[in-house]
C-alpha cells in the first residue's frame, strides 16, 4: 500500500528514477512504436535535472512523493503559477479565470504528475492530488491549475486523469512554432476549484 508523504532530499534517487522513466525522449519522436508508446502512457517534457529536481524539495509550494516497501513509485510538484505567465493562450473559455492564473495569489499550479510504469491505474496520482487537494484547502487556496501537452504528440492518459479527477478546462493553447525544444507545441490548460 502506498504512503503519500513530504519529499525530502533523501528521495532524490528515486525520483530521478521515476522521471527517468516517463521523460520524453525528443529523439526518439519520429518512431511510430515510441510516440504511440508515450502517447497511450503519458510523459513528462523531461527538462528537469537531477541538480533542478533536488532544489524543488523544499523550494517549491509541494513536492510530494509516493512511498511502497521504502521506494518511490511516484511524486507531484506543484507551485505558483507566477513562474509560468503564458498569455499566448487564444481561447478562453472563462475570461473571469483568466485573472485569476495569470495573477491570483490563491492559485497555484500542478507542474509535474508522475507515476512509475509498472505502478500505474492503482490511484497513486489520485492519492498524490488529494493529499495536495487536503494541503491547499488548509492554507486557503482557491484554484489549481494544471497544462497537459497535445501537440505535437498528446498526452492521453493525462487529459483523461484530469477529467476524471474533476479538472475542467479553461483554455486551449496556440500552437507555438518552437516551445520546450519542441515544434509546434500547444496545451489545454485545466483547473479544479478548491473545495
Ligand atoms: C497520468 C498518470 C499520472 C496517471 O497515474 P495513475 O496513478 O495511473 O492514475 P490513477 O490510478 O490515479 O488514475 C487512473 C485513471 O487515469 C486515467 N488513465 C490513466 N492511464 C490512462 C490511459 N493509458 N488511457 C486512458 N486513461 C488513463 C483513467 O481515467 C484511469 O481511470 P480508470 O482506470 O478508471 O480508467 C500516469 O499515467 C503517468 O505518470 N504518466 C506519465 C507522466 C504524465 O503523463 N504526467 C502528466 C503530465 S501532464
Redesign the pocket.
Known amino acids: 500500500m502506498s504512503q503519500i508523504r513530504p519529499a525530502t532530499k533523501e528521495d532524490i534517487d528515486g525520483i530521478v528514477a521515476v522521471y527517468d522513466r516517463?521523460k520524453l525522449h525528443r529523439d526518439k519522436l519520429s518512431d511510430p512504436h515510441y510516440s504511440a508508446y508515450i502517447q497511450?502512457?503519458?510523459?513528462?517534457l523531461g527538462q528537469e535535472t537531477r541538480g533542478s529536481l533536488f532544489d524543488l524539495i523544499g523550494g517549491s509550494y509541494e513536492f510530494l512523493v509516493s512511498i511502497d516497501s521504502g521506494l518511490v513509485n511516484?511524486f507531484l510538484i506543484a507551485d505558483h503559477k507566477d513562474k509560468f505567465n503564458d498569455d499566448d493562450y487564444k481561447t478562453w473559455f472563462d475570461p473571469k479565470l483568466k485573472s485569476e492564473y495569470l495573477s491570483s495569489l490563491r492559485a497555484i499550479t500542478l507542474t509535474?504528475?508522475?507515476?512509475d510504469p509498472a505502478?500505474?491505474?492503482?490511484?497513486?496520482?489520485?492519492k498524490l492530488l488529494n493529499r495536495l487537494l487536503l494541503d491547499l484547502k488548509t492554507d486557503g487556496f482557491q484554484y489549481l491549475f494544471?497544462?497537459?501537452?497535445i501537440a505535437p504528440i498528446t498526452?492521453?492518459?493525462?487529459l483523461?486523469?484530469h477529467a476524471?479527477n474533476g479538472f475542467k478546462r479553461l483554455a486551449m493553447g496556440k500552437p507555438r512554432e518552437k516551445l520546450f525544444d519542441l515544434n509546434w507545441y500547444a496545451s489545454i490548460l485545466f483547473y479544479t476549484p478548491i473545495v
Open positions: 516517463v497511450k502512457h503519458g510523459f513528462l511516484g509535474a504528475i508522475a507515476v505502478c500505474l491505474g492503482q490511484g497513486i496520482a489520485a494544471s497544462i497537459v501537452t498526452n492521453c492518459p493525462s483523461v486523469w476524471q
